[in-house]
């Protein structure tokens, strides 16, 4: 059974720190590749960042770029977003995607909110 499992958000303040977590199982993580997705009320779904499936190839939206860090250990089936100095825009709900070159998985979300 295919499973992406995200965890980690949260309510912070301003200017904080979070570390969310997608763990995957059910399939070969390690030839996907992996991103993050976020979704506000009432708006699209965005792409956040993404790793290649090896981690050797990353990209940011450039809202985050400079803020976050997307990171992958495949020995543990995981990828990783780090969000440094979140902002209130920051909030929403954070998406984990698995993408290969024949099918596409997503997780159920996390909640992010920064607020004070």
């Known amino acids: 059974q295919v499973q992406l499992v995200e965890s980690g958000g949260g309510l912070v303040q301003p200017g904080g720190s979070l570390r969310l977590s997608c763990a995957a199982s059910?399939?070969?993580?390690?030839?996907?590749?992996m991103t993050w997705y976020r979704q506000a009320p009432g708006k699209e779904r965005d792409l956040v960042a993404s790793?290649?499936?090896?981690?050797?190839?990353?990209s940011y939206s450039d809202s985050v770029k400079g803020r976050f860090t997307i990171s992958r250990d495949n020995a543990k089936n995981t990828v990783y977003l780090q969000m440094d100095s979140l902002k209130p825009d920051d909030t929403a709900v954070y998406y984990c995607?698995?993408?290969?070159?024949?099918?596409?998985?997503w997780g159920q979300g996390t909640q992010v909110t920064v607020s004070s």
């Open positions: 995607h698995a993408k290969s070159v024949y099918i596409t998985y």
């Open positions: 059910g399939f070969t993580f390690s030839v996907f590749a």
């Open positions: 790793i290649s499936a090896a981690g050797r190839i990353v």
